[in-house]
């Protein structure tokens, strides 16, 4: 008896088996599938139509479909047959299909199309036991009226010999990944926890992440750091898995370091005898071989004859490697010569685990398709980090357009092409219109003038279309088709728009910014979670947990977690200066004392320690005083703009024997304020001054209006839960490992009022206040002396 299950379209088994050729993603436009539907549809009235009048007895959408067993698996093909007409004891089964040929060069059918034809004449004749059946594959013209058809008629035995030469090619790959799976399997039923024990926190998140996979449902964890929340999530996942209760495992994360630490989780439960194939997905941009991201068969050697070296690359790397870093997918493109994106892919498709950016679930305009295109999935999406889904997730729901490109192509496209000049033009007089209208005051746009604005933009989309489809080598081409993107997205956005967005216009001097902005993701999160079984979103940082339960689309019947630190609390010397003011409204008048306070800090033991700051300007400000007052402490800063290898040389600097010890300045909600581990000596402390609060703007004054009217925490959702995420992060910095010991200090009179210390976690009770400099050193001696490490620099 066959075990799994899988189900395939004709469309894709065929695609699959026989697509050959060159990868070509230039221009194709959206507008272009809508074109080939309504072509459908005209085509399948006039059949109706016909078969009235002529007696004829015609269907529309067929559907039809065929199991079979394949020993360790059952193989179900099926899909809809676009029309079956049946006259005079014939029956022909057609399948339809657009082109932007003339009619008149269409001498024979697509070899896909005749096969996919083939496929459906073989189910239906199968299923309605037919001797003979005809084929006929008809073509209809886009952007005009004609139509051309082929046609031929087949034995029954003849298309079921085509349809066992494709379905025998498929099941050799299916085959393998039957075998794979039971290989992968058996090694998980052997597999034990990686660890010799489990620490404090983590047999429990292990079971609730298991219990949540198998009841299709979400869990919100908060896990501080060192509970060993990768493990505890993967580890569960993967029995999961064994057990048959997912059959895919998606990874997400925000940043890169995070990544690595799954791959690490992975290669410990590899390293105990587990079989997984892994995969990091890395973007296109980051993967590129070439010095230009163009997938244009004419301009990349990599895209030329893709699909006919794909499948012997995919099946020889499966067949050597159970581990699919940037480097091992990059090693096996440049050995057969692909692109190494769509070679990654490609790769997926077979693969159990993979570790990815949120974007590749969740944003509407890059979202794997291929993956979530069908419902009823059975993929576990694993969230690290989740705290920074909620503002990516609004930056992913959200589109805008500014004034000036479109006053550009106005004037570049004058002489061109005067229709798509007129169209950028009536965008750009839009605009003009609302920056008379609204001075320089950020206004919401009214339901009329939205109405108005994405009518001219449609308009825009369809002429730049034609426009790029017959200018392909035009020098203006790469500046419209960013613009036609920016559009698409910025209507494709408009289509999700609803009570939870807001559009605004905001006037910048003679520039004007039009933006969809979505105010609250919940919906759109919930609804993205759907297209797997079941989510896990997990942080050290999910403080407070109903709030983020709440707007990362969490419903009443999801599970929450918040565990314990697994560190001795003793080991975090927690101090509160609250007698310091560091509003804006006090900055100036802050800086010496702030100065000081960081100097107590250094002074207390020779170390390293990072002092992050509300902004860059409040920091060069403090940097200043410091380094004249104390010229002793070597004082590093983030910069705005650092580059990668810049970022790499700041973290090298903290070594656990720096000569005189090092003080890092940094911004909280930066780079260096998470996902960053200095371990050991390498770090003794972090000074945190302010609470976080984002900068007061426009955009988060709409959101606390919002929640404010929706649930009477509009300050709280907007500023104060996002800003103390940013101090809970930076704190996160000192204590990574059960033997490390240091110190935090808390700079803001805030910190001790009721609607703050309400979100400290557990293991922040026993902070301690310093009203003075005398009482911060004292502590600051108290505490290292008890591990015999106090001392000046």
């Given at each position: 008896?066959?075990?799994?299950e899988?189900?395939?379209?004709?469309?894709?088994?065929?695609?699959?088996?026989?697509?050959?050729?060159d990868?070509?993603?230039?221009?194709?436009?959206?507008?272009?599938?809508?074109?080939?539907?309504?072509?459908?549809?005209?085509?399948?009235?006039q059949?109706?139509?016909?078969?009235?009048?002529?007696?004829?007895?015609?269907?529309?959408?067929?559907?039809?479909?065929?199991?079979?067993?394949?020993?360790?698996?059952?193989?179900?093909?099926?899909g809809?047959?676009?029309?079956?007409?049946?006259?005079?004891?014939?029956?022909?089964?057609?399948?339809?299909?657009?082109?932007?040929?003339?009619?008149?060069?269409?001498?024979?059918?697509?070899?896909?199309?005749?096969?996919?034809?083939?496929c459906?004449?073989?189910?239906?004749?199968?299923?309605?036991?037919?001797?003979?059946?005809?084929?006929?594959?008809?073509?209809?013209?886009?952007?005009?009226?004609?139509?051309?058809?082929?046609?031929?008629?087949?034995?029954?035995?003849?298309l079921?010999?085509?349809?066992?030469?494709i379905?025998?090619?498929?099941?050799?790959?299916?085959?393998?990944?039957?075998?794979?799976?039971?290989?992968?399997?058996?090694?998980?039923?052997?597999?034990?926890?990686?660890?010799?024990?489990?620490?404090?926190?983590?047999?429990?998140?292990?079971?609730?992440?298991?219990?949540?996979?198998?009841e299709?449902?979400?869990?919100?964890?908060?896990?501080?750091?060192?509970t060993?929340?990768?493990?505890?999530?993967?580890?569960?996942?993967?029995?999961?898995?064994?057990?048959?209760?997912?059959?895919?495992?998606?990874?997400?994360?925000?940043?890169?370091?995070?990544?690595?630490?799954?791959?690490?989780a992975?290669?410990?439960?590899?390293?105990?005898?587990?079989?997984?194939?892994?995969?990091?997905?890395?973007?296109?941009?980051?993967?590129?071989?070439?010095?230009?991201?163009?997938?244009n068969?004419?301009y990349?050697?990599?895209?030329?004859?893709?699909?006919?070296?794909?499948?012997?690359?995919?099946?020889?790397?499966?067949?050597?490697?159970?581990?699919?870093?940037?480097?091992?997918?990059?090693?096996?493109?440049?050995?057969?010569?692909?692109?190494?994106?769509?070679?990654?892919?490609?790769?997926?498709?077979?693969?159990d685990?993979?570790?990815?950016?949120?974007?590749y679930?969740?944003?509407p305009?890059?979202?794997?398709?291929?993956?979530?295109?069908?419902?009823?999935?059975?993929?576990?999406?694993?969230?690290?980090?989740a705290h920074?889904?909620?503002?990516?997730?609004?930056?992913?729901?959200?589109?805008?357009?500014?004034?000036?490109?479109?006053l550009?192509?106005?004037?570049?496209?004058?002489?061109?092409?005067?229709?798509?000049?007129?169209?950028a033009?009536?965008?750009?007089?839009?605009?003009?219109?609302?920056?008379?209208?609204?001075?320089?005051?950020?206004?919401?746009?009214?339901?009329?003038?939205?109405?108005?604005?994405?009518h001219?933009?449609?308009?825009?989309?369809?002429?730049?279309?034609?426009?790029?489809?017959?200018?392909?080598?035009?020098?203006?081409?790469?500046?419209?088709?960013?613009?036609?993107?920016?559009?698409?997205?910025?209507?494709?956005?408009?289509?999700?728009?609803?009570?939870?967005?807001?559009?605004?216009?905001?006037?910048?001097?003679?520039?004007?910014?039009?933006?969809?902005?979505?105010?609250?993701?919940?919906?759109?999160?919930?609804?993205?979670s759907?297209?797997?079984?079941?989510?896990?979103?997990?942080?050290?940082?999910?403080?407070?947990?109903?709030?983020?339960?709440?707007?990362?689309?969490?419903?009443?019947?999801?599970?929450?977690?918040?565990?314990?630190?697994?560190?001795?609390?003793?080991?975090?010397?927690?101090?509160?200066?609250?007698?310091?003011?560091?509003?804006?409204?006090n900055?100036?008048?802050?800086?010496?004392?702030?100065a000081?306070?960081?100097?107590?800090?250094?002074e207390?033991?020779?170390?390293?320690?990072?002092?992050?700051?509300?902004?860059?300007?409040?920091?060069?400000?403090?940097?200043?005083?410091?380094?004249?007052?104390?010229?002793?402490?070597?004082?590093?800063?983030?910069?705005?703009?650092?580059?990668?290898?810049?970022?790499?040389?700041?973290?090298?600097?903290?070594?656990?024997?720096?000569?005189?010890?090092?003080?890092?300045?940094?911004?909280?909600?930066?780079?260096?304020?998470?996902?960053?581990?200095?371990?050991?000596?390498?770090?003794?402390?972090?000074?945190?001054?302010?609470?976080?609060?984002?900068?007061?703007?426009?955009?988060?004054?709409?959101?606390?209006?919002?929640?404010?009217?929706?649930?009477?925490?509009?300050?709280?959702?907007?500023?104060?839960?996002?800003?103390?995420?940013?101090?809970?992060?930076?704190?996160g910095?000192?204590?990574?490992?059960?033997?490390?010991?240091?110190?935090?200090?808390?700079?803001?009179?805030?910190?001790?009022?009721?609607?703050?210390?309400?979100l400290?976690?557990?293991?922040?009770?026993?902070y301690?206040?310093?009203?003075?400099?005398?009482?911060?050193?004292?502590?600051?001696?108290?505490?290292?002396?008890?591990?015999?490490?106090?001392?000046?620099?």
């Amino acid at each position: 008896m066959a075990g799994k299950e899988i189900r395939l379209s004709v469309r894709r088994l065929v695609e699959f088996v026989l697509r050959s050729g060159d990868l070509d993603a230039r221009f194709a436009g959206s507008s272009r599938v809508l074109e080939g539907t309504r072509l459908h549809q005209k085509l399948q009235r006039q059949r109706r139509a016909d078969a009235e009048t002529e007696g004829w007895d015609y269907a529309k959408e067929v559907a039809v479909s065929h199991s079979m067993d394949c020993g360790s698996f059952r193989l179900t093909v099926g899909g809809r047959i676009d029309g079956v007409i049946r006259c005079n004891g014939d029956t022909i089964i057609e399948e339809i299909k657009s082109t932007e040929k003339s009619m008149e060069l269409l001498s024979e059918g697509h070899g896909l199309h005749w096969a996919q034809a083939e496929c459906y004449g073989y189910l239906y004749a199968l299923e309605n036991r037919l001797d003979r059946i005809t084929i006929r594959l008809t073509y209809c013209q886009v952007g005009g009226d004609d139509s051309k058809y082929f046609e031929s008629a087949y034995p029954f035995e003849a298309l079921e010999a085509c349809y066992k030469r494709i379905t025998d090619r498929y099941i050799q790959w299916a085959g393998m990944q039957s075998a794979w799976e039971q290989t992968r399997n058996e090694s998980i039923k052997q597999l034990r926890f990686p660890f010799e024990t489990y620490r404090q926190g983590q047999r429990k998140l292990a079971v609730g992440v298991y219990k949540t996979i198998t009841e299709g449902r979400k869990l919100f964890v908060q896990a501080p750091t060192g509970t060993g929340k990768t493990i505890s999530a993967l580890f569960p996942a993967v029995m999961a898995m064994g057990e048959g209760d997912t059959s895919k495992i998606f990874y997400l994360t925000a940043k890169t370091a995070t990544r690595l630490i799954a791959v690490e989780a992975v290669q410990r439960m590899t390293e105990k005898g587990l079989k997984l194939r892994t995969l990091v997905l890395t973007a296109k941009e980051k993967l590129c071989f070439k010095e230009e991201v163009n997938c244009n068969p004419e301009y990349c050697e990599f895209a030329r004859g893709y699909f006919d070296k794909a499948g012997p690359a995919v099946w020889n790397a499966l067949d050597s490697s159970m581990l699919f870093t940037r480097d091992t997918v990059i090693h096996y493109a440049r050995e057969f010569g692909l692109c190494p994106f769509e070679f990654s892919l490609d790769l997926a498709e077979w693969i159990d685990c993979i570790i990815c950016d949120y974007n590749y679930v969740f944003d509407p305009k890059v979202y794997l398709k291929r993956f979530f295109n069908e419902p009823g999935s059975d993929y576990v999406f694993l969230i690290d980090e989740a705290h920074n889904l909620v503002d990516r997730s609004r930056e992913m729901f959200s589109a805008q357009l500014m004034k000036k490109p479109f006053l550009e192509l106005k004037r570049q496209m004058k002489s061109v092409d005067s229709g798509l000049s007129k169209a950028a033009s009536r965008i750009n007089t839009f605009m003009v219109m609302l920056r008379k209208k609204y001075h320089e005051k950020n206004s919401f746009l009214d339901e009329e003038e939205l109405k108005a604005l994405c009518h001219v933009l449609e308009e825009f989309v369809q002429l730049s279309e034609i426009w790029l489809g017959q200018n392909l080598q035009s020098g203006l081409y790469h500046g419209i088709l960013e613009q036609f993107f920016e559009v698409s997205a910025f209507l494709r956005i408009h289509e999700l728009f609803d009570s939870r967005y807001r559009a605004y216009v905001e006037i910048i001097r003679n520039e004007v910014r039009l933006k969809l902005f979505c105010l609250d993701p919940s919906f759109l999160l919930s609804e993205a979670s759907r297209r797997g079984k079941a989510a896990i979103f997990f942080s050290a940082t999910l403080t407070p947990l109903h709030y983020f339960k709440e707007i990362l689309g969490g419903a009443s019947e999801d599970y929450t977690m918040r565990l314990l630190s697994p560190f001795a609390q003793q080991h975090l010397c927690l101090l509160i200066s609250d007698t310091l003011s560091v509003k804006f409204r006090n900055r100036d008048e802050s800086l010496t004392d702030v100065a000081a306070y960081i100097n107590a800090v250094a002074e207390g033991k020779k170390g390293n320690y990072l002092v992050f700051f509300p902004s860059y300007r409040y920091m060069e400000e403090v940097a200043g005083i410091f380094t004249a007052d104390y010229p002793a402490h070597q004082v590093l800063r983030q910069t705005p703009a650092m580059s990668e290898p810049e970022r790499e040389l700041f973290m090298e600097s903290f070594e656990a024997d720096h000569a005189g010890g090092l003080l890092g300045f940094a911004v909280m909600g930066g780079v260096f304020s998470e996902g960053i581990d200095l371990v050991g000596e390498r770090l003794s402390g972090a000074v945190i001054v302010g609470v976080g609060l984002p900068q007061v703007c426009y955009e988060r004054d709409i959101i606390m209006a919002y929640f404010r009217e929706k649930c009477g925490r509009g300050f709280e959702y907007a500023y104060r839960y996002p800003g103390m995420n940013k101090v809970l992060q930076a704190a996160g910095r000192v204590i990574r490992s059960e033997e490390d010991k240091g110190i935090v200090l808390l700079i803001d009179d805030r910190f001790t009022s009721k609607s703050y210390l309400e979100l400290f976690p557990e293991e922040w009770r026993h902070y301690r206040t310093v009203d003075n400099l005398k009482a911060l050193r004292d502590q600051i001696a108290c505490f290292w002396t008890r591990y015999g490490l106090a001392g000046k620099v």
